[in-house]
C-alpha cells in the first residue's frame, strides 16, 4: 500500500482558488488511480474528483465540474487538485485515497470502498 499526506488548505475568499496536493510515499505509486474526496461537517464524506494511474483519464463531481482540475506526476509522486472559482459550499475536509488500478487503464474509481489508502485530510475554509 501507499501512504499518502495531504497540503495546500487554507482560508480563502469565495471566488477565489486553492491547490491541494497529495505525496506519496511506497512502491508503485504509479500503479494506483487516486482520488480527492471531501467532508463538510455533519455531512458524509463525498467524491470529488479521481485520475488514472498515468494521469489521462478523469473524472469528476458534477459540483466541481469545471471549477476543479485533478493532476498527477508519477515523477514526484504527487497529486494535485487545482481548485477555481471557490464556493462557500466547498468548505470541507479534503482526502486523497489510492485505489489499486491492476492493470486498468481506464479505471477513475469513485466509490470509497475502492479506495485502499487514505490521508489525514486537509482543511478547505471558503468565506463568503
Known amino acids: 500500500q501507499v501512504q499518502l499526506v495531504e497540503s495546500g488548505g487554507g482560508l480563502v475568499q469565495a471566488g477565489g482558488s486553492l491547490r491541494l496536493s497529495c505525496a506519496a510515499s511506497g512502491r508503485s505509486f504509479s500503479s494506483y488511480a487516486v482520488g480527492w474526496f471531501r467532508q463538510a461537517p455533519g455531512k458524509e464524506r463525498d467524491f470529488v474528483a479521481s485520475?488514472?494511474?498515468?494521469?489521462?483519464?478523469?473524472r469528476y463531481a458534477d459540483s466541481v465540474k469545471g471549477r476543479f482540475t485533478i493532476s498527477r506526476d508519477n515523477a514526484k509522486n504527487t497529486v494535485d487538485l487545482q481548485m477555481n472559482s471557490l464556493k462557500p459550499e466547498d468548505t470541507a475536509l479534503y482526502y486523497c485515497?489510492?485505489?489499486?488500478?491492476?492493470?486498468?487503464?481506464?479505471?477513475?474509481?469513485?466509490?470509497?470502498?475502492?479506495?485502499?489508502?487514505w490521508g489525514q485530510g486537509t482543511q478547505v475554509t471558503v468565506s463568503s
Open positions: 485520475i488514472t494511474w498515468s494521469g489521462s483519464l478523469t
Open positions: 485515497a489510492a485505489a489499486p488500478a491492476r492493470g486498468n487503464y481506464y479505471y477513475t474509481p469513485r466509490a470509497e470502498a475502492e479506495f485502499a489508502s
